[in-house]
């Protein structure tokens, strides 16, 4: 699941190519589904998507209503929980595999951007 958001972040950032085709061929990235869901940015988020092709003005605005939307921090808080769980469960493993799985986490998990505020999810 981590690494599928995190994917869901890079294709979003790659709206000639990767973006694009998840709204032709996929299911959008989750900052945009989030964002979907506030009605304040719903009308501007759904107007970029209609468009055919995404001018680099047009994925700024996107990103701007995502923002406002607070879906970035609804997804790093999303991801905090999981990395949690995750390294929780790492603990559990047996010792030879333990350091293996945790380098793989730290690696899949991108760190929080330290201008987004978010408090640990319980």
Same mark, same amino acid.
């Given at each position: 699941? %981590?690494?599928?958001?995190?994917d869901?972040?890079?294709?979003?950032?790659?709206?000639?190519?990767?973006?694009?085709?998840?709204?032709?061929?996929?299911?959008?990235?989750?900052?945009? %589904?989030?964002?979907?869901?506030?009605?304040?940015?719903?009308? /501007?988020?759904?107007?970029?998507?209609?468009? /055919?092709?995404?001018?680099? /003005?047009?994925?700024?605005?996107?990103?701007?209503?995502?923002?406002?939307?607070?879906?970035?921090?609804?997804?790093?808080k999303?991801?905090?929980? %999981? /990395?949690?769980?995750?390294?929780h469960?790492?603990?559990?493993?047996?010792?030879?595999?333990?350091?293996?799985?945790?380098?793989? %986490?730290?690696?899949?998990?991108?760190?929080?951007?330290?201008?987004?505020?978010?408090?640990?999810?319980?």
């Open positions: 699941m %981590l690494v599928i958001l995190r869901d972040v890079e294709d979003l950032l790659d709206f000639e190519v990767e973006l694009r085709s998840r709204k032709k061929d996929e299911s959008l990235p989750t900052p945009i %589904l989030y964002a979907l869901e506030n009605e304040e940015v719903k009308a /501007g988020v759904t107007a970029v998507l209609r468009k /055919g092709q995404i001018n680099e /003005g047009d994925a700024e605005a996107l990103i701007s209503l995502i923002s406002k939307a607070k879906g970035f921090e609804r997804l790093w999303f991801f905090d929980r %999981l /990395g949690t769980q995750a390294a469960e790492v603990e559990n493993f047996d010792e030879k595999w333990k350091m293996a799985f945790k380098l793989i %986490l730290r690696a899949v998990v991108p760190p929080i951007p330290k201008d987004l505020v978010v408090r640990r999810c319980s």
